[in-house]
Structures are given as structure tokens and as C-alpha cells.
């Protein structure tokens, strides 16, 4: 059962342009939704992250929009650059219990290339 | 500060035998995770330490698998014997503690099984 699901599978996005992300989820206890950046031959690097108390989070281009009654986020990628080409996951996880992991549950990914 | 250490890179087997992957956590981090990453998905957790105690294996496929985390600091994962499906990337991370913190990846241990 996927938990987290994840859309687009890749984009193309133009130098400059918006790049946006969207995940949504199915399990209403989760309670911290990070992004990760992935480069090719190397692991999931923290983007940036949110809690559902908040519906917006920004760093720098990087923007989370939280929309708890839909059960759904996305990455906004301000003025997309190359070097931002990527395969970009969403995740989620549930509060720790005390009693067993804080473990991630993982979107399938998005491949972002950015043209110039 | 020194990221998380992975061994070896790259490996490549054949179908039944056995292969073992190393990790070396941050410096100071109490928890370690083993993820697994099919090609085109997102990564799934195999087995995660809290020191050197199993905090959960629920997904670990212990007919095959295993893992341990000697003095709570390296960790090795075990496939004995392999199966094609297992042909994946073997991520290792690691966290100060439970729960809501950064959790830091290694480059992973890409394993092809033929």
C-alpha cells in the first residue's frame, strides 16, 4: 500500500520557470513532511520541511504548501535553475510513539530537469 | 563534520550467493537506518538501530536478510542468498536521535544480482 503518493514522475521546466512538485497522503497521523533532493550516484539530501501546523514554509526558491483538509503538499522551485535538476521525493512519517521507529515513508520520485 | 560512510560502492553477484554492505554513521548519532531503492522509487526502510538495539525490522525480509550494529556504532547488512530482485541501492543514514530530526544519507551501495 502506498501511503505517500507522488506526481509528476518527471518534468521538464524551463530556466527561470516554476517548478512544482505534489504529494499527497493518506494516513492523517502523520505529522512531519520533508523533500528530498537526490543527485545521481548519491543518496536523499533534506531539502526543506514541514509540520501540518503551518501551511507554508519557504527557503530561499524552495516553498512547501501544506493543505491539511486535502491531505496534501507540494515543492514550489522558484526561478528553476539547472543545477537544480534532480530527483526530488516527498515524504512523511508519524509521530514518535516511544514504543518503535520515526521511520520515512517515501513518494516514488520526480525527476526535474531544468532546461536552459 | 564527516558524513556517512558507505562500502563497498558498487557491487555485482550472482543470483544465491551471499554480499555484505558497511556503514559508518555520523560521528555522535544514536540511530541508524538501512533504506532499500529499487530503481525508479522511493527509498523503503529495511531495519532501523537505536544504538545497537533493532528499533523495528517489520520490513526486512529475515529469510534472507540480516543486519547488526556492533558497540552501536558501524553496521553491516547481509543478503545470504541473493535473488534478482534484490538488485537495488542500499542506502545507509543516520540521526542524533528518534524522531524529528534530520536523518543524514550515505551515497548508497548500488547491488546489481545476475
Known sequence: QQQVKQSPQSLIVQ??????????YENTAFDYFPWYQQF????????IAIRPDVSEKKEGRFTISFNKSAKQFSLHIMDSQPGDSATYFCAASLPYSGAGSYQLTFGKGTKLSVIP | EAGVAQSPRYKIIEKRQSVAF??????????????QQILGQGPKLLIQFQNNGVVDDSQLPKDRFSAERLKGVDSTLKIQPAKLEDSAVYLCASSKRRGGTEAFFGQGTRLTVV
Open chain 1, 15 to 24: 530556466k527561470g520557470g516554476i517548478s512544482i512538485i505534489n504529494c499527497a
Open chain 1, 40 to 47: 545521481p550516484g548519491k543518496g536523499p539530501a533534506l531539502l
Open chain 2, 22 to 35: 558497511w556503514c559508518n554513521p555520523i560521528s555522535g548519532h544514536a540511530t541508524l537506518y538501512w533504506y
